[in-house]
């Protein structure tokens, strides 16, 4: 064994020897990847783009695929009211209308509802009633028999007639004086509030209900992923808006979100390498007063390059937030150097071979830690770890058999004023506030509120004005509770659309606000059973004895015999035949509720409660081709997938961590002493979060999980130190390696992104906890329990 | 010579379209104005229609009551006697066989569409309405201006024009006549109309 390990220390020696003798060639080759990596880097394409933060499942990728290809995603609504009272809201909107028209992304653009002719709607629906109405419907013929009540509906109609503005009730009055399409035509109502705001119509106009505000509908080309083209587009918008004075407009799109995402990603990685090169300097000339250690600062930037360069051959497009992670994996990166380059200025090169094991050990289990992100459905996780993995091998192998070949022999460090060895009262104390502070700690943790962890809008970091301007226009169009949407997909209409009515039967009587098209258009199928049974029911006996009776009760008022002909072909509904096509009335319904690329998807919409959602899941058991689409249920779905990944990447990167621990330490109390700073950070995190008020969301539970690693480095180093004396070394070390890596993560507190700066949050106080407890503990533990 | 007097006709010509334009915009705001100033109107109206529906042409008589931003009452006297209330987004309907019911207009389109050709006509904005209807003034002494529906607008496809005849003082209507496409004609004439006098709140309670 010890022939072995000198064998290997001997081929450790002559390759050092050898990189050593071509260190200038090497920094030659070194320096032209570099430069070929910043020539790759600058056509990498870079994308901001959340979905790459969800966990991958079948029905998280139906429902957003659903909602990108759905109105929701391509649709911009403007909210226009006049500041000047003397100025024609709708003109002036109108003229807005206009120049968006001219816009090249924009391919539609809706001020309201062209021709909107309910006289039509309404004698429409009247000649389709055989089809239309079913058995149950028939309640509306019960008396249809009865003089008194045919004299009352004439009567009736003549009021209606004698009305002022009764015009548009002319053409439907000959074919349906019964009004038997009324209630079909109330549903309508229902069916226009699948539009999701609450709109009204003036001069065919979409205005709100003070008519102060105009609402117009724009569709774009523009995919809400595309920040480059939607910044163009928003740009183009600002314009147009900005030839309207008189006009305050609102912009509300998904766009918006996107480009303010990016801009604030972009802005916050700017600060934070900034702020870490300003630091890294400070530090380079101010504790280790030399500028060899330039070496180790630099190092990680440039891991940092190549491993962008690597990954952009793996993935087609890189994501800002993994880019954003950057500064953080500087930050610790550059520790392994740190504690090679501390051991070569105190010790030389023997001390500097011995802290090559710990190192390793440290890596590793960091590595171990990303490696464990691959157990995870979330691409936007895998990539981060293998920027991560890349970045860390490079550094750590430069580290070890490059860059030591620019240090200068010995020097002197920046000494810290911490003990490596407390008293036995000291030990005693240390322990105490470690004691109450883990208790603390570990009371935050389990107090901690999980729930919102599943809650997408948290990757959200739009700027407030948007929201601001979203709250705004909720209030005036409301909207703001999206309705949950059930997709019945088919083949073809007739297909699909039999399911649809179906499950529109089953749940329109057990939720209000259930809205679907199959309320009013039945299937062929079923137009077929109506008119089926119409014609039982309207036997040509029945239709003469109801024309003599109805003709002698209009005759007092004097209307025309000849008037209500079209009624009567209408009871004989004859050639009247079925269709799959939702009638010209109902057209302006239709983009609602029918989706239609290669395939069709009928939709149906509910209120998004837990009770309706367990209401609609429990009728789509029986469809299973149907499902539901809807920010809660998404969110559940995110949830446990994201909450079963968690578990699977804790579960890996403990099992690695320990596994680690105990093949290289195998001692138990060395092992608890390295696994102490671990126990300490993440209950820490639960506390800073509670005295700072912030949500525990899956991007903190996912940052803890790199805490892990990198806890365990400082308990692997310090509980590694065999003597008081060695300790001292490891402590200057650590204290260094804890600056850059709090350095790093710090430098995310500056960040305007929630994400970046919930990540900066939770790596600051984790390895702040971390190191504290491997300092301080590790040795009073040892001191105390002997 | 000859392109000289074309020309002048030119020249003579564009003022006078520009007087005619100015003019119906003038009274438009005349009217406007003056019918923005009244809050209530009360009288009696005969209503008298030609409808292809009807064998003989239908006379109805009644009272009619306007109380400003939302509310209009319909009372017909004769030959048959109902009323119609409208309050708000609420229309109810009273006659002496069925009393009075009452229906939403949110949940009745059809209804709802009525109510806004009833109350229109009653309020005086006519010149937001010029990007629908083509206004034609008739005459000024007393003012008669006449609405073409333009094509785009849903109306065209029922009425033909639409003619308002006002008082002397252009303070109110005294007549509505409606041409239908299918040439039925509605005349709705006005006697005793007293504006801005106090309306019993009787009248808006159904009997």
């Known amino acids: 064994m010890g022939n072995k390990v000198d064998m290997l220390k001997s081929k450790f020696d002559r390759l050092f020897d050898f990189i050593g003798k071509n260190k200038f060639i090497l920094l030659l080759v070194f320096s032209l990847v570099i430069i070929g990596s910043f020539i790759r880097i600058n056509s990498v394409n870079f994308v901001n783009d959340i979905s790459i933060m969800l966990p991958d499942s079948p029905e998280i990728n139906r429902s957003l695929n659903f909602i990108n290809s759905s109105q929701m995603s391509d649709t911009i609504v403007f909210s226009i009211t006049s500041m000047d009272p003397n100025k024609n809201l709708l003109s002036l909107t109108n003229g807005f209308a206009n120049e968006l028209k001219k816009v090249s992304q924009i391919t539609k653009v809706i001020t309201g509802v062209e021709n909107l002719d309910i006289s039509k709607i309404k004698t429409d629906l009247a000649r389709g009633l055989p089809l239309l109405l079913s058995k149950q419907d028939y309640a509306l013929f019960k008396d249809i028999e009865e003089e008194t009540y045919l004299s009352e509906q004439v009567r009736q109609m003549f009021v209606m007639l004698t009305t002022p503005g009764s015009s548009l009730m002319q053409d439907s009055m000959g074919i349906d004086p019964f009004g038997w399409s009324n209630p079909l035509l109330k549903k309508l109502t229902t069916l226009s509030k699948s539009m999701g705001f609450d709109v009204e119509l003036a001069n065919t106009h979409f205005v709100d209900k003070t008519h102060q505000y105009a609402l117009v509908i724009a569709k774009t080309s523009v995919t809400v992923t595309d920040a480059d083209n939607s910044e163009k587009m928003l740009s183009t918008i600002d314009k147009i808006t900005r030839l309207f004075p008189d006009l305050k407009i609102e912009t509300i799109c998904g766009h918006k979100h996107t480009v303010s995402n990016q801009n604030i990603i972009k802005r916050d990685i700017f600060v934070t390498t900034v702020i870490i090169t300003l630091a890294f300097i400070g530090i380079m000339l101010f504790m280790f007063k030399t500028f060899d250690a330039l070496s180790i600062f630099i190092l990680p930037f440039f891991a940092i390059v190549i491993a962008v360069f690597i990954s952009s051959f793996i993935f087609p497009a890189l994501s800002f937030f993994m880019i954003g992670f950057a500064a953080v994996i500087a930050g610790f990166s550059v520790d392994y150097g740190i504690h090679l380059f501390a051991a070569w200025k105190t010790k030389g090169y023997e001390s500097f071979k011995d802290t090559i094991k710990p190192v390793i050990i440290a890596s590793l289990s960091t590595m171990g830690v990303f490696v464990s992100f691959f157990v995870s459905s979330v691409y936007g996780y895998k990539e981060l770890a293998i920027f991560s993995i890349l970045s860390i091998v490079v550094c750590v192998v430069l580290s070890i058999f490059f860059v030591p070949h620019f240090w200068r022999e010995k020097g002197t460090l920046k000494k810290f004023n911490i003990p490596s060895d407390l008293s036995l009262s000291k030990s005693k104390l240390v322990l105490v506030v470690w004691g109450i502070l883990f208790v603390l700690s570990m009371a935050c943790l389990v107090k901690s509120n999980f729930t919102k962890a599943t809650d997408i809008t948290k990757f959200d970091g739009s700027e407030q004005s948007i929201f601001d301007s979203e709250a705004a226009f909720h209030n005036i169009w409301g909207g703001k509770k999206r309705p949950g949407v059930i997709v019945t997909p088919g083949a073809d209409i007739e297909r699909a659309w039999q399911d649809y009515e179906l499950i529109s039967d089953k749940l329109a009587p057990k939720m209000a606000g259930f809205n679907s098209l199959a309320l009013l258009l039945p299937s062929q199928k079923k137009q077929k059973e109506n008119l089926k049974t119409w014609k039982e029911f309207w036997t040509k006996d029945k239709i003469s004895r109801v024309k003599d009776k109805f003709l002698k009760a209009t005759t007092p008022y004097g209307f025309q015999s000849s008037f209500f002909d079209p009624f009567f072909v209408l009871l004989e509904s004859n050639h009247l035949e079925t269709t799959a096509q939702v009638p010209d009335g109902l057209k302006m319904f239709e983009p609602n509720f029918i989706n239609h690329t290669d395939t069709y998807r009928l939709l149906s919409f509910f209120n998004d409660t837990k009770e309706n959602t367990q209401i609609v899941a429990s009728v789509l058991k029986d469809y299973p081709d149907s499902y539901i689409v809807s920010r809660r249920e998404l969110s559940y779905l995110i949830g446990e997938k994201l909450i079963l990944d968690l578990k699977n990447i804790s579960l890996f990167a403990g099992c690695w961590i320990i596994g680690l621990i105990i093949f290289f330490l195998r001692k138990p109390k060395q092992i608890f002493l390295a696994l102490l700073p671990v126990a300490s950070s993440i209950p820490f995190v639960f506390l800073v979060l509670t005295i700072f008020s912030m949500d525990v969301t899956a991007i903190i539970l996912i940052t803890l999980i790199i805490i892990l690693g990198l806890s365990l480095d400082y308990g692997v180093f310090i509980s590694s130190a065999e003597s008081v004396k060695k300790r001292d070394s490891v402590i200057i070390a650590a204290s260094f390696s804890m600056i850059t890596t709090i350095m790093g993560a710090g430098a995310l507190l500056f960040a305007s992104h929630p994400v970046m700066f919930s990540i900066g949050v939770t790596l600051v106080s984790g390895v702040t906890a971390a190191y504290l407890s491997a300092v301080f503990c590790i040795p009073a533990f040892q001191k105390v329990f002997k | ?207």
Not at chain 2, 91 to 102: I, L, P, R
């Open chain 2, 1 to 207: 010579m000859r392109f000289k007097i074309i020309f002048l006709i030119l020249i003579f010509l564009i003022p006078g379209t520009h007087v005619l334009c100015s003019e119906v915009d003038t009274i438009l705001s005349d009217v406007e104005k003056n019918m923005g100033n009244v809050h209530s109107i009360q009288g009696m109206f005969v209503q008298k229609k030609q409808m292809a529906m009807f064998d003989t042409p239908i006379t109805i008589l009644g009272k009619l009551y306007i109380e400003n931003p939302d509310k209009f009452a319909w009372m017909v006297t004769d030959p048959i006697e109902y009323s119609l209330i409208i309050s708000k987004n609420t229309v109810t309907k009273w006659d002496k066989s069925n009393g009075a019911t009452s229906l939403s207009l949110k949940e009745n389109p059809m209804f709802k569409e009525m109510v806004e050709q009833i109350t229109f006509w009653f309020s005086g904005n006519y010149a937001g309405c010029k990007n629908d209807y083509d206004i034609n003034l008739i005459k000024t002494e007393p003012i008669i201006l006449e609405f073409v529906p333009k094509d785009h607008n849903p109306a065209s496809k029922m009425l033909a024009k639409i003619t308002l005849v006002f008082q002397e003082d252009k303070k109110y209507l005294s007549k509505i006549i409606l041409l239908e496409k299918n040439e039925d004609i509605t005349e709705l004439v006005f006697n005793d109309v007293k504006i801005n006098s106090d309306i019993a709140a009787s009248v808006w309670e159904t009997k």
